[in-house]
C-alpha cells in the first residue's frame, strides 16, 4: 500500500519519504504506527494509576510506593 492509502495520513511529514522499496515502507511505517500505540497506552496506564492512587508518578518513585517498598 502507499502510505497515502494509510487511514490518518494527512501528507505532512518526513517519514518514509526515502525508502523505495512499499513492502519496507509499509512494515516501517506500521512499526511507527504500533510503537506510537503502545506509548498512548503506557500515558493512560499512568493516569489511571494517578487516578487511584491520588500521587502523581514523581510522587510514586519517590516515596518507593511504585516499587512496594517503604522507603521512611
Known sequence: LPASDYSGD?????????IED?????RK????LN???A???AVFGN???EASTGQTL???WGDGAIL???LS
Open 22 to 26: 512499499p513492502e519496507i515502507k509499509a
Open 39 to 41: 506509548a498512548m497506552l
Open 58 to 60: 514523581a510522587e510514586s
Open 10 to 18: 494527512y501528507g505532512v511529514g518526513w517519514f518514509g519519504e526515502d
Open 35 to 37: 510503537n506510537g500505540r
Open 29 to 32: 511505517l506500521n512499526a511507527e
Open 47 to 49: 493516569m489511571v494509576g
Open 68 to 70: 512496594g517498598i517503604s
